[in-house]
């Protein structure tokens, strides 16, 4: 396989936008949508789903069989990478980033080692994102990492003022951008970066920590139960 080889597996517009990216930092990239689906075969896989448990289990179950020796990087929104590397046969090669949609318009992309990462695995996902021009900033091992971790945590508290009658969607989003100098509303920026992958964020830091400060507001849960994740399905706290 080409050293330069990379999987994106993922339906999402972050795995289609990774693949635009790597492809212009001169990758050999290919879009798999489904894990089943690809054609395993490259040094660096991507795995990109901020699924439930099962059903990412089944996933990175699939790329350990698959591809034994490419390293897996893997979206740690909702887990730990110790946690997911640990329903591979070779924790070694894992190597969890967690980002929000977009990703073009960031400098930095957090990545972090489970207790079993091989430097290697971790330098490998490094230079990955060097070629996209990206920064690599190595942090502590949890779900979210640091800015989607904080990030949620805003939103989450902004979904419970708009659910409360604080304020109307707009008036939150304006008063954070105004008051705090922010480039997007907190519920706008929910919009983009997907519902579904703010909740499971949360979910993902709740579990792990047992921390009440981390319980989704009611409000998320019913919008991701409903399919409005924001942007990408034309209806989230704004519609489009």
Not at 106 to 123: F, H, I, P
Request: net charge negative.
């Amino acid at each position: 396989m080409a050293k330069n080889s990379v999987i994106v597996v993922g339906q999402s517009r972050l795995a289609e936008e990774l693949i635009g990216l790597a492809q212009a930092g001169g990758w050999d990239a290919k879009l798999y949508p489904d894990a089943d689906a690809a054609a395993i075969s490259s040094s660096l896989i991507i795995e990109t789903s901020c699924f439930g448990e099962s059903r990412k289990r089944k996933i990175l179950d699939m790329l350990d069989s698959g591809s034994p020796s490419a390293v897996i990087l893997t979206s740690c929104l909702g887990f730990s990478t110790t946690r997911i590397a640990s329903w591979t046969s070779s924790p070694e090669r894992v190597v969890g980033f967690a980002t929000f949609y977009p990703l073009k318009d960031k400098k930095v992309v957090e990545l972090a080692k489970g207790l079993r990462t091989d430097e290697a695995a971790m330098a490998d996902a490094e230079n990955f994102f060097r070629a996209l021009g990206k920064e690599p900033a190595r942090v502590k091992d949890s779900p979210g990492l640091v800015f989607p971790r904080i990030l949620s945590l805003i939103i989450n508290e902004a979904a419970r003022a708009l659910d409360e009658r604080v304020g109307e969607a707009e008036e939150i989003d304006t008063a954070m951008k105004l008051g705090l100098n922010y480039p997007e509303g907190p519920l706008r920026w929910a919009d983009r970066a997907g519902i579904d992958e703010v909740l499971a964020v949360l979910e993902g830091l709740q579990a792990e920590t047992g921390d009440d400060r981390y319980r989704p507001a009611p409000l998320i849960r019913k919008m991701v139960l409903a399919g409005w994740l924001g942007e990408s399905t034309g209806q989230g706290f704004y519609k489009y």
